[in-house]
T-cell receptor, first 113, second 114 residues
Framework: GQQLNQSPQSMFIQEGEDVSMNCTSS?????WLWYKQDPGEGPVLLIA?????ELTSNGRLTAQFGITRKDSFLNISASIPSDVGIYFC?????????????FGTGTRLTVIP | GAGVSQSPRYKVAKRGQDVALRCDPI?????LFWYQQALGQGPEFLTY????????KSGLPSDRFFAERPEGSVSTLKIQRTQQEDSAVYLC????????????FGPGTRLTVT
């Protein structure tokens, strides 16, 4: 299947620091989504991106849709303890009947108070 | 309802048993997806419904897996003759439209096959 690589795999940061993570693919995607997953729960949608080059913010989160349509970036500013979790990128091809998501490998974030 | 709900949240099955997992999507959502998430991995697509029509089942790992959405709302994922490799979290997601749009996930059902 499609392989979306996320980096870093894991991060340990101090509370208040900014965080950057990215997602790259060998395939073009026309929609990028970022999710956060807590243990024992389903992924929660953070940000959706629909256009190459688009930069979108949601509170302390900012995500960008790469110009090549093969990558996306997520930044979290001024991290807080509740930011702990696993962050997944997901790409969608947006072709007829092919709207399932292809997920990245995840970035595990630990925030040290 | 307010969000996607799934039941049961946890299921333990003995190898060879059949299981049925239920998904209640967000009311009015046209599209419904099932994903399988192995431990430490991202979710992987299993199957997709647009209303009651199953338009894509390319991700189902074997013919022991069967999904239905007979009235275009609630969906059931059935696994026959469960095997140990079926142990995973099964996630359901729904989306408002048939086209590309945000998908909202339920809490998942953790299946353990012993």
């Amino acid at each position: 299947g499609q392989q979306l690589n996320q980096s870093p795999q894991s991060m340990f940061i101090q509370e208040g620091e900014d965080v950057s993570m990215n997602c790259t693919s060998s395939s073009i995607f026309n929609t990028w989504l970022w999710y956060k997953q807590d243990p024992g729960e389903g992924p929660v949608l953070l940000i959706a991106l629909y256009k190459a080059g688009e930069l979108t913010s949601n509170g302390r989160l900012t995500a960008q849709f790469g110009i090549t349509r093969k990558d996306s970036f997520l930044n979290i500013s001024a991290s807080i303890p509740s930011d702990v979790g696993i962050y997944f990128c997901a790409g969608q091809k947006d072709q007829t009947g092919a709207n399932n998501l292809f997920f990245g490998t995840g970035t595990r974030l630990t925030v040290i108070p | 309802g307010a969000g996607v709900s799934q039941s049961p949240r946890y299921k333990v099955a003995k190898r060879g048993q059949d299981v049925a997992l239920r998904c209640d999507p967000i009311s009015g959502h046209v599209s419904l997806f099932w994903y399988q998430q192995a431990l430490g991995q991202g979710p992987e697509f299993l199957t997709y419904f647009q209303n009651e029509a199953q338009l894509d089942k390319s991700g189902l790992p074997s013919d022991r897996f069967f999904a239905e959405r007979p009235e275009g709302s609630v969906s059931t994922l059935k696994i026959q003759r469960t095997q140990q490799e079926d142990s995973a979290v099964y996630l359901c997601a729904s989306s408002l439209t048939a086209g590309p749009y945000e998908q909202y996930f339920g809490p998942g059902t953790r299946l353990t096959v012993t």
